[in-house]
């Protein structure tokens, strides 16, 4: 089975500082990752996603990704945030075999002025 | 395409009422979920279906169930809601064909008083 760990409920930035969210999980099998994004009183769209190949991915909006075998992790990176980024942000693994999607608690990007 | 459909957005129900989400997609996605959102738990996996007449359950399916009669049509039903049913729900489709992206409604939030 897999599981997915966002360390970080919230993370509070400044407008045009650079960010990290922080993604691990734990599979015996290979997978698939994703990360999603919910903007206040919308449902989930779709970030970015590692299925294979380069291990730094780059999603819509400025954000990329890097796959990280050995760390288990896939942490989302943006260079300098907006305050339109303001959102929920969702680290997500499925099992290559199967399209079942677990999700991670969520971590809560707040940007200030 | 309009996508994943849901209704409806907003709903009450009082304990041990009965009532189906609906969800539709026109994609001609085989694969079809619903999810549960509670603030700080992420998304849950109540039911998912990887076509028509199969479904199975997911993390979270006491209290629920589901159908797919059809490729387009996933219902959710409650028959004897719970304040613990009180949540946001997501339905969400899937394809291989197109990339194991998931499309999402725009989510139900239900109130159970």
């Known amino acids: 089975a897999q599981s997915v760990t966002q360390l970080d409920s919230q993370v509070p930035v400044f407008e045009e500082a650079p960010v990290e969210l922080r993604c691990n999980y734990s599979s015996s099998v290979s997978v698939y990752l994703f990360w999603y994004v919910q903007y206040p009183n919308q449902g989930l769209q779709l970030l970015l996603k590692y299925l294979s190949g380069s291990t730094l991915v780059k999603g819509i909006n400025g954000f990329e990704a890097e796959f990280n075998k050995s760390q288990t992790s896939f942490h989302l990176r943006k260079p300098s945030v907006h305050i339109s980024d303001t959102a929920e942000y969702f680290c997500?693994?499925?099992?290559?075999?199967?399209?079942?999607?677990?999700f991670g608690t969520g971590t809560r990007l707040q940007v200030f002025p | 395409n309009a996508g994943v459909t849901q209704t409806p957005k907003f709903r009450i129900l009082k304990i041990g009422q009965s009532m189906t989400l609906q969800c539709a997609q026109d994609m001609n996605h085989n694969y079809m979920y619903w999810y549960r959102q509670d603030p700080g738990m992420g998304l849950k996996l109540i039911y998912y279906s990887v076509g028509a007449g199969i479904t199975d359950k997911g993390e979270v399916p006491n209290g629920y169930n589901v159908s797919r009669s059809t490729t387009e049509d996933f219902p959710l039903r409650l028959e004897l809601a719970a304040p613990s049913q009180t949540s946001v729900y997501f339905c969400?489709?899937?394809?291989?064909?197109?990339?194991?992206?998931?499309?999402f409604g725009s989510g139900t939030q239900l109130s159970v008083l």
């Open positions: 969400a489709s899937s394809s291989p064909r197109d990339g194991e992206k998931l499309f």
């Open positions: 997500a693994v499925s099992d290559v075999n199967t399209d079942k999607l677990i």
